[in-house]
């Protein structure tokens, strides 16, 4: 099955530099990659995804890339905030029914 | 337009005992996915239900099942509890057809085992 791995485990920066979270996936025919923000006592939420066919999306502050040969995508976060304090998980998915998430990735930004 | 609700949100058990946890998913979707979400680790897929029946399993064994009722809502049964079935329990809707694309996670049950 899939096997996606995420670094680093945690992260701290001042607010107002950038984040940015790696992950990489095992199996080339996986073709989702959603990015979830949990913050404490909820639920995984969606804040950005990207498909196999896109090398790029941009959000606001937010921005996902994928490498399909090198089997990684990363998430970078500019002008941090303390808000954007949280858990953030990144996930692959090859069928329609299932996500395969990393271990996560707690982020703290410094006031 | 409300969210995924679960119950309870905490939840002692003993070993050996069974354990219902329940899920009202979104207004407008009809699928329901379980997950699973040891301390310090990403979810792990359970299954999911879509019609009332069920639509994919992750490597669980026999003793995690579930149910979708004709309202969409879902429980997840786990019996013969063992230790390690200590975890977040998190239940997510979406639509058929969009299932992977438009998840909606709800805040999670707490299960602790002793």
């Known amino acids: 099955g899939e096997n996606v791995e995420q670094h680093p485990s945690t992260l701290s920066v001042q607010e107002g530099d950038s984040a940015v979270i790696k992950c990489t996936y095992s199996d080339s025919a996986s073709n989702y990659f959603p990015w979830y923000k949990q913050e404490l006592g909820k639920g995984p939420q969606l804040i950005i995804d990207i498909r196999s066919n896109v090398g790029e999306k941009k959000d606001q502050r937010i921005a996902v890339t994928l490498n399909k040969t090198a089997k990684h995508f990363s998430l970078h976060i500019t002008e941090t905030q303390p808000e954007d304090s949280a858990v953030y998980f990144c996930a692959a998915s090859r069928e329609a029914n299932n996500l395969f998430f990393g271990t996560g990735t707690r982020l703290t930004v410094i006031p | 337009e409300t969210g995924v609700t679960q119950s309870p949100t905490h939840l002692i058990k003993t070993r050996g005992q069974q354990v219902t946890l329940r899920c009202s998913s979104q207004s407008g979707h009809n699928t329901v996915s379980w997950y699973q979400q040891a301390l310090g680790q990403g979810p792990q897929f359970i299954f999911q239900?879509?019609?009332?029946?069920?639509?994919g399993r992750g490597n669980f064994p026999p003793r995690f099942s579930g149910l979708q009722f004709p309202n969409y809502s879902s429980e997840l049964n786990v019996n013969a509890l063992e230790l390690d079935d200590s975890a977040l329990y998190l239940c997510?809707?979406?639509?058929?057809?969009?299932?992977?694309?438009?998840?909606?996670f709800g805040s999670g049950t707490r299960l602790t085992v002793v």
């Open positions: 239900y879509y019609r009332e029946e069920e639509n």
């Open positions: 997510a809707s979406s639509l058929a057809g969009q299932t992977r694309y438009g998840y909606t």
